[in-house]
């Protein structure tokens, strides 16, 4: 098992695309790394420039240490597996797992091995004589990877190979992924825009928007100190609220009112000095949904703010209760235990958990303090 790094690595497509603006960071030996943003964001683009199918415009990859840049893709010892996994109809399983060793001319008996043992570790050994077509979306995908498993590459790249399961089978094989790599110890760089798959798979998340990188952190680290509004709004389901207003000085402390609204938060005393600097200046409130409880119900010990606003839609989840409430500007969503609530156009009470604010420069969006 390897090492991968990536010095700046650009890359600039022939029509002058630029799908990655430069991008370094690495993946430990043994480590998962998830690659995560929406698409088009360049995700498939820096794993393709790994496997050596894509060429590397500028910066410099490294795989154990050695300059990798011009290694032709077959010495560079990774395995990728595809969304679409294109198992051939006419073979059987086995055939499939088989037929990179055979193009590969490993020998009949060391084949054999290896398509065993790949079959042992994904549940195949049944089906090993069976023909594609008569198996499970969940078996097709476990052939594809054990494509890849048999032959034990230094370094397994995945690109949204889950993203054409149903979600139930999405779930199952997600914690096989895992179970696998805890199983191989094997060194993984994982492509998905789901970010729920993201949290769950990666030791490390990379955050990508528009080919460049945001921000490169374990799940919940990104989860409560994003770096921006972006990686706020994208990582949490459903996700962070966010309230455009200013910093208002206020009976000696700092205070946040939305724009056009009615929202009026007060910052905990002792800001951080980096907050303090946007006193009078346009910032962006976020707040997770799981910190705004309805008011005298139950909620998380802390300081909260009382906000009076409209109740507007209830999804219940059974363990958990979505309430949807809105002032004339804006939209909150509040992730709440199952209680009474009032009927939607009523007024809704909100407590909104004043030690879990984020705030973000209104221009930059960078987090702020
Ligand atoms: P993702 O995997 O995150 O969805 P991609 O890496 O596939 O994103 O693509 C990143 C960007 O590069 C997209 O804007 C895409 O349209 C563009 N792109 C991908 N392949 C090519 C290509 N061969 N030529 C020009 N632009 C491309």
Request: charged letters at 25%; one cysteine or more.
């Amino acid at each position: 098992m390897a090492e991968v790094r990536l010095e700046e690595v650009r890359k600039v497509y022939g029509n002058g695309h630029v799908a990655v603006h430069g991008a370094t960071f690495s993946v430990d030996e043994g480590e998962l790394v998830v690659l995560v943003g929406p698409s088009g964001c360049g995700k498939s683009t820096l794993l393709r420039m790994i496997a050596g199918l894509e060429r590397i415009t500028a910066g410099q990859l490294f795989l154990d240490g050695q300059r990798a840049n011009d290694v032709p893709p077959r010495d560079r010892d990774v395995a990728m597996v595809f969304q679409h996994h294109a198992l051939y109809p006419h073979m059987t399983v086995a055939d499939n797992l088989a037929f990179g060793l055979k193009l590969r001319r490993y020998p009949k008996a060391e084949q054999r091995v290896r398509v065993r043992r790949a079959a042992e570790v994904l549940g195949l050994l049944d089906v090993l004589d069976r023909k594609p077509q008569q198996l499970s979306g969940g078996q097709q995908q476990r052939v594809a990877l054990g494509r890849a498993l048999v032959r034990k590459p230094r370094v397994f790249l995945l690109d949204e190979p889950l993203s054409n399961l149903d979600a139930r089978l999405r779930v199952q094989m997600r914690t096989e992924i895992a179970r696998l790599h805890r199983r191989l110890g094997a060194t993984m760089l994982y492509v998905t825009h789901d970010q729920v798959e993201a949290m769950t798979l990666g030791r490390r998340l990379v955050v990508l928007r528009d080919g460049r990188i945001q921000q490169i952190d374990a799940p919940l680290a990104l989860y409560h100190h994003p770096v921006n509004r972006f990686v706020a709004a994208f990582i949490g389901s459903p996700a962070m609220n966010f309230v455009e207003g200013r910093l208002v000085r206020e009976g000696g402390g700092l205070c946040f009112r939305e724009a056009g609204g009615p929202l009026a938060v007060p910052v905990p005393p002792g800001p951080p000095a980096g907050l303090v600097a946007y006193t009078d200046r346009a910032v962006v409130l976020g707040i997770r949904p799981e910190d705004l409880a309805v008011a005298g119900g139950p909620q998380r010990a802390g300081p909260t703010a009382e906000a009076t606003l409209t109740l507007d839609v209830v999804e219940p989840l059974g363990n958990e209760v979505l309430v949807y409430a809105r002032t004339p500007r804006q939209q909150l969503i509040a992730r709440v235990p199952p209680q009474p609530l009032p009927a939607p156009g009523e007024p809704l009470h909100l407590a909104l958990a004043l030690d879990r604010l984020h705030f973000f420069d209104a221009e930059t969006e960078e987090a702020i303090g």
